[in-house]
Nanobody, 123 residues
Framework: QVQLVESGGGLVQAGGSLRLSCAASGGTSSTNAMGWFRQAAGKEREFVAAIRGSGGGTRYADSVKGRFTISRDNAENTLYLQMNSLKPEDTAVYYC????????????????WGQGTQVTVSS
């Protein structure tokens, strides 16, 4: 069973930066694409970014394009999300996710989820 553990969340002022990490363990050879989702209070969970198993082929939600960068270190089984120019509307719980199949499947519905890390952006 794959376990995903996020870290790096916190409180930051608008315009600031944060870097989220997601450590994967336990059967990671079965995972392919990985990505990030977020859920703001009172809203549905939404897709943020995804990356293929090879480390290329990234995809972003329009709301974060140009500000967020997803990357992965397969040797370390770690996924990252560099978030720059943060806005108050980026405030949410951010979830790491993984798919056994690929990027499109991850966006449609991941096989594995982390527990989430809170990101709060103050104005």
């Amino acid at each position: 069973q794959v376990q995903l553990v996020e870290s790096g969340g916190g409180l930051v002022q608008a315009g600031g930066s944060l870097r989220l990490s997601c450590a994967a363990s336990g059967g990671t050879s079965s995972t392919n694409a990985m990505g990030w989702f977020r859920q703001a209070a009172g809203k549905e969970r939404e897709f943020v970014a995804a990356i293929r198993g090879s480390g290329g082929g990234t995809r972003y939600a329009d709301s974060v394009k140009g500000r967020f960068t997803i990357s992965r270190d397969n040797a370390e089984n770690t996924l990252y999300l560099q978030m720059n120019s943060l806005k108050p509307e980026d405030t949410a719980v951010y979830y790491c996710a993984a798919s056994k199949i690929g990027r499109a499947a991850l966006v449609a519905g991941p096989d594995y989820w982390g527990q989430g890390t809170q990101v709060t952006v103050s104005s």
